[in-house]
């Protein structure tokens, strides 16, 4: 719909540690819908970081905050499956094991890198709460605040209209 937008502002990682590919997805979610806009942040590339601050919130009045965590192979099961030697699961980078092999670099998501009768798949748990009311307000703030810096300090950002101030 025309008066729905979205906005996420992406972990622009430091790519010597790891890459999770803020660049290429964020091309692409803007490219779904002209109202879908990403900001990537820091621009500076920090040595040691950090990108624990998740939460989507709906319309001002719902968020769901925690270790959502929109990333290769972090996708969480009731199950906590680890073992998958048929593939049913997990395919491709999913399947992930960054002990055994870094998977960040490949370009096909789908490429299964890792042999899934010879390993196991890293153990994942992300647990989230749902607030709403003023502490769904107070993070949409919050976001609000993050958006708006990350905008008028970034050349890249600052004086581009694709990306409004919230």
């Not at 099961?77 to 997990?90: A, C, N, Q």
Request: aromatic share 14%; net charge positive.
């Amino acid at each position: 719909a025309s008066d729905v937008y979205k906005r996420q502002a992406l972990w622009d990682e430091t790519n010597f540690a790891m890459n999770n590919m803020s660049k290429q997805n964020a091309k692409i979610l803007e490219g779904l819908h002209p109202n879908i806009r990403c900001i990537r942040h820091p621009t500076l590339r920090p040595l040691f970081f950090s990108h624990h601050q998740k939460f989507v919130i709906i319309d001002d009045r719902w968020a769901y905050v925690g270790g959502v965590d929109f990333s290769t192979g972090r996708y969480d099961w009731s199950e906590h499956r680890v073992v998958d030697p048929e593939g049913r699961y997990w395919w491709g980078i999913d399947f992930y094991a960054p002990l055994v092999k870094k998977t960040e670099q490949t370009a096909d998501p789908d490429q299964l890198l890792l042999d899934q009768t010879q390993h196991t798949r890293m153990p994942w748990h992300d647990i989230q709460i749902c607030v709403n009311g003023p502490a769904a307000r107070d993070l949409a703030y919050n976001f609000v605040q993050r958006w708006n810096h990350h905008k008028t300090t970034s050349t890249k950002y600052a004086r581009n209209p694709k990306y409004p101030i919230l």
